[in-house]
């Protein structure tokens, strides 16, 4: 099993709140992801880091903001939780090869399942 | 979009037959990879095919590829009820920075 862990598991707020998920993985991976997924349904890349202090903005927008201050932690936050951000958000992350020009496979953490009330 | 297509979206079968899922997309890949994903859960990577590879096994996963074609399929011989899961399809296409994950099949294996 893949060492990437996402808390809460699950969470239930109310509208309006700040909302922070926690990412964490030990394999000392550069690259890490978040994923938004409605259940059943394709994945969708919202974020993504090529490691320290380096964020990007993946293909679906998103109100989300992303930090990446440790190699091991990427967590994503919701300012202002909408009913809108109900999902379940995947958390991954992969190797870089050194000069290599194509992608690893990616090593997903369970998810965190979130309703906005 | 060159985001990677599973066909079909949805495969019942009963345990111990074979089941076969599809993946097309659009542009030119480094590699094309696999995906497992159980309810509530993850997705676990299950195989890698490079560009200039044909076929891969894995234990019970057949993997093919035919870049002129621009597919993939997926093989899994002799099903059981703990393969029930939705698999991904997901390309590694040049000029990208990260993968593109496909919408799934989703299989459902009766005992």
């Known amino acids: 099993e893949a060492d990437i862990y996402q808390t809460p598991r699950y969470l239930v707020i109310g509208t309006g709140k700040k909302i922070t998920l926690e990412c964490s993985q030990t394999?000392?991976?550069?690259?890490m992801y978040w994923y938004q997924q409605d259940p059943g349904m394709e994945l969708h890349l919202i974020h993504y880091?090529?490691?320290?202090?380096?964020?990007e903005k993946g293909d679906l927008s998103s109100e989300s903001t992303v930090s990446r201050i440790r190699t091991e932690h990427f967590p994503l936050t919701l300012e202002s939780a909408r009913p809108s951000h109900t999902s379940q958000y995947l958390c991954?992350?992969?190797?870089?090869?050194?000069?290599?020009?194509?992608?690893?496979?990616?090593?997903f953490g369970d998810g965190t399942r979130l309703s906005i009330l | 979009s060159q985001q990677g297509e599973e066909d079909p979206q949805a495969l019942s079968i009963q345990e111990g037959e074979n089941a076969t899922m599809n993946c097309s997309y659009k542009?030119?890949?480094?590699?094309l990879q696999w995906y497992r994903q159980n309810s509530g859960r993850g997705l676990v990577h299950l195989i890698l095919?490079?560009?200039?590879?044909r076929e891969k096994h894995s234990g019970r996963l057949r993997v093919t590829l035919d870049t002129s074609k621009k597919s993939s399929s997926l093989l899994i011989t002799a099903s059981r009820a703990a393969d029930t899961a939705s698999y991904f399809c997901?390309?590694?296409?040049?000029?990208?920075?990260?993968?593109?994950f496909g919408k799934g099949t989703m299989l459902l294996v009766s005992p």
């Open positions: 095919i490079r560009s200039n590879e």
């Open positions: 542009t030119s890949i480094n590699n």
């Open positions: 880091s090529y490691g320290v202090n380096s964020t």
């Open positions: 394999m000392g991976h550069d690259k």
């Open positions: 997901a390309t590694d296409a040049s000029g990208y920075s990260t993968l593109t």
């Open positions: 991954a992350s992969s190797e870089s090869r050194p000069g290599g020009s194509y992608n690893q496979p990616q090593h």
